[in-house]
């Protein structure tokens, strides 16, 4: 796929030369400011198309006019239905009603004027949001399609911009062109199968983008130096697969030596198949995506790699593949993490955790800031929250509520769920000091309770994004990129406090 040159423009809109001029229109079929200007100097003609073709202003509709003017000879009317509530969500159906608009023409440069489309979203985050939104559409996974799709004739784009606000512009289109490359390598590797996307794969990734990029260094645990580390809850997993499974640790250094990293922990099983307790086959597929929270966290990494924050970040991938096999894991063995707590496994498919618990108990060693980790990890979150919204637990207040807000501000959203010492006893065993599984009710909790034993040491939050990771079945089948905003904003936020 070709990349898309995003550009500001400073000029009256009336002297911009494009291919095709995008405005906005609200739900009373009214202009903003830039649009009053031009149907002024063009004898009227927008408002007296909106009467004539009563075009709506609704959000998610979007009208082409033909105009014939030396600069420009197209105009898309974008709806943004009530001036008053336009929300990042209005946005984006905006958005992709103008996307529906473009494709398949002729229009090689494009020219968007939302710099007055509401009063409440800034112009920088309008900008983001329809960067990403406009990549979200153009993302296409055709690597394994003999005949690939067209390409777009489409190669620039320009915001309209107040000249006051060119360096707070530019700063957003760095941050869009960073967080969508981020997004669409999460994609990448939540889309490829499991038999390419192996944990050896996600190693050589790792790899490769600390080869290329400055403030970077690379580790790979192999499972021997996990044996050394007494990672028996990983390995009880890895242990029934052909491929080896890997801990793979990213470290970026843009901060001061002396600050204590922020750390991303990812769960990276490259196919769940649920083990010894073999899940049903419907829909087994998707279990590729089960290495969703590690390539969320490689496309964050990407992106501070791009951005270069003056920030310590470190990035621990747990991968294994989880398969059945005669030397696998059984319900009820009993093993030992690298923390020294027992376990006893009372359901190979609640792997997630096991791999999980010993990645957390590494992270102690850097005296952390924070830790995050990022998990597909019960089907329950599903349950509770649907496919909008992340989970998020943790022991620590702020981390917990600057994840919520960095979500927010992102517009990849996440909510908290409780986990009240209550819930704790769910995961007592008769036979180790705890089990992986919970039993019945709050199965998201239950996994996070598991987690918990392991985060005594530092401040941490658990984000749960098996409903927000992929889209399920249907012809929109994929990984989505999530939560790449949400933790490249949480990261970034960080450098600014
Ligand atoms: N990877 C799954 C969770 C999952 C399931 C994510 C469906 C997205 C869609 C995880 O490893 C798992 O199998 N969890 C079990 C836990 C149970 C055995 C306690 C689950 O959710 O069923
Ligand atoms: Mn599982
Ligand atoms: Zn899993």
């Known amino acids: 796929m070709k990349t898309m040159n995003y550009t500001l423009q400073t000029n009256n809109l009336l002297d911009t030369e494009s291919d095709c001029i995008c405005l906005p229109i609200f739900s009373d079929q009214s202009l903003c400011k830039s649009g009053q200007e031009i149907n002024d100097a063009c004898a009227q003609i927008i ?61 090689k440069n494009l020219c968007i004027a939302f710099n007055d489309v509401s009063a409440e979203l800034k112009h920088e985050q309008v900008i983001r949001e329809t960067i990403t939104t406009i990549e979200g559409g153009r993302y296409c996974f055709d690597q394994f399609k003999t005949k690939k799709s067209p390409e777009s004739q489409l190669s620039e784009i320009s915001f309209q911009c107040d000249a006051s606000k060119k360096a707070v ?56 130096d996990m044996e050394a580390l007494n990672m028996g809850a990983f390995l009880s997993v890895s242990k029934g697969s052909t491929e080896p499974g890997k ?112 990645a957390l108990t590494y992270a102690e060693q850097y005296k952390p800031a924070s830790v995050v980790d990022i998990a597909t990890l019960t089907g329950a979150c599903i349950v509770a929250l649907g496919h909008c919204t992340s989970a998020v637990m943790g022991n620590n207040d702020s981390v917990v509520t600057e994840l919520l ?38 199965g998201s909790i239950t996994a996070a309770c598991f987690l918990s034993r392991f985060t005594k040491e530092y401040p941490w939050a658990h984000l749960d994004i098996a409903g927000t990771a992929w889209v399920s079945g249907g012809k929109n ?21």
Not at 319 to 345: F, H, L, Q, R
Not at 413 to 432: C, M, N, T, V
């Open 477 to 497: 089948k994929g990984a989505t990129g999530r939560p790449v905003p949400l933790l490249l904003q949480y990261l970034l936020n960080k450098e600014v406090s």
């Open 169 to 224: 512009g530019d700063s957003s289109i760095s941050l869009a062109n960073a967080q969508v490359k981020g997004m669409n390598i999460a994609k990448d590797l939540g889309n490829l199968p499991g038999n390419i996307c192996t944990p050896s794969y996600l190693a050589e990734q790792a790899q490769a983008l600390a080869d290329n990029s400055s403030n970077f260094s690379v580790k790979i645990l192999e499972e021997a």
């Open 247 to 358: 801990l793979i640790i990213l470290e970026y250094k843009g901060g001061k030596k002396e600050d204590a990293p922020h750390i991303l922990v990812g769960k990276g099983i490259t196919f769940d198949t649920g083990g010894i307790s073999l899940k049903p086959g419907a829909s087994m597929d998707e279990m590729k995506y089960d290495m969703c929270g590690a390539a969320s966290v490689m496309g964050t990494m990407s992106a501070i790699a791009e951005l270069q924050p003056k920030l310590n970040i470190v990035s621990i991938i747990a991968s294994a593949e989880n398969m059945p096999a005669g030397n696998a894991s059984k319900p009820g063995d009993i093993v030992t993490s690298a923390s020294g707590i027992t376990i006893e496994i009372l359901n190979t498919d609640a792997e997630g955790r096991l791999v999980l618990c010993d």
């Open 47 to 107: 408002t007296k198309a909106i009467t004539r073709y009563d075009i709506s202003g609704d959000a998610g509709k979007a009208f082409t006019l033909s105009i014939d003017n030396q600069n420009y000879s197209r105009i898309v009317l974008v709806g943004f239905g009530d001036s008053k509530k336009i929300s990042t969500e209005t946005l984006k159906k905006s958005v992709n009603a103008l996307s529906s608009q473009i494709i398949d023409t002729n229009i």
């Open 405 to 442: 807000d960095a979500g927010k501000q992102a517009s990849d959203k996440a909510w908290q769920l409780p986990i009240w010492d209550d819930y704790q006893e769910q995961i007592d065993s008769p036979f180790a000091d705890i089990q992986n599984i919970g039993g019945k009710g709050a």
